[in-house]
């Protein structure tokens, strides 16, 4: 029996134009159902027009501020308001090129559920801390920045997105097995403290997962769908990897 619905979220990153809104909302609507939520996650301005077909949306990242001068930057506040339901906070792009910290990350974290979005928590080792068997302690750190800042029960009105660095935009997919053990390895770390909390968190794997690979990793049994990049931004792609969730 399925205990969490399966998710799939597309993430467009700087991709995507009025066009590509058009051309993939429908495709978009028709694959989601009662038995999977999908959400995707395109720049900032295209968040009107993708809201207003009836897709589920998000933003890629959110300001850990208030309103203010922060020239630039967006309050997840207006990100509401314009009907999203869910953002992005620590992609890896957004750490390694933007310079976001754990704690940054989880105060954007806070911020999301301040105004009643769903923060999508990104965690995940570069190649490096893989090879110096640092996966663990990577994520762990990384999660628990945000379970330090909120306590343990924030989670509960989150998602997990574990995405190996050396996964994302490479075509090197994590096999099922490897993405299993690490997804496995956060909810135990969960369920140590909260049984309940872990079974019913939603875990996506994301790291070049395409139409062939996605099938058997969301059949691991801690896997509950995927964050996609690149192959979100093709209508038959994304929903052949939607169905097979
Ligand atoms: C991502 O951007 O989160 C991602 C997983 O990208 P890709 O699927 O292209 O590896």
Redesign the pocket.
Known sequence: MAIRKPMVAG?W?MNGSKELVQQLSDAINNVKSDQIDVVVFPPYPLLPMLTATGVTTGAQTVSENEPGAFTGEVDAQLIKDLGCQYTLVG???RRSIYGESNDTVAAKFARAQQVGLTPIL?VGESEEQREQGQTELVVAAQIDAVIDKLGLAALKDSVI?Y?PVW????GKTASPEQAQHVHKFIRDKIAANSSDLAQGLTILY????NEKNSELLFAQPDIDGG??????LKAELFTAICESA
């Open positions: 993430n990153k992609h890896s792009e990104c997105a995405e996964a994302i935009g490479t994301g790291g070049s997962v964050l996609i990049g690149g192959a979100s």
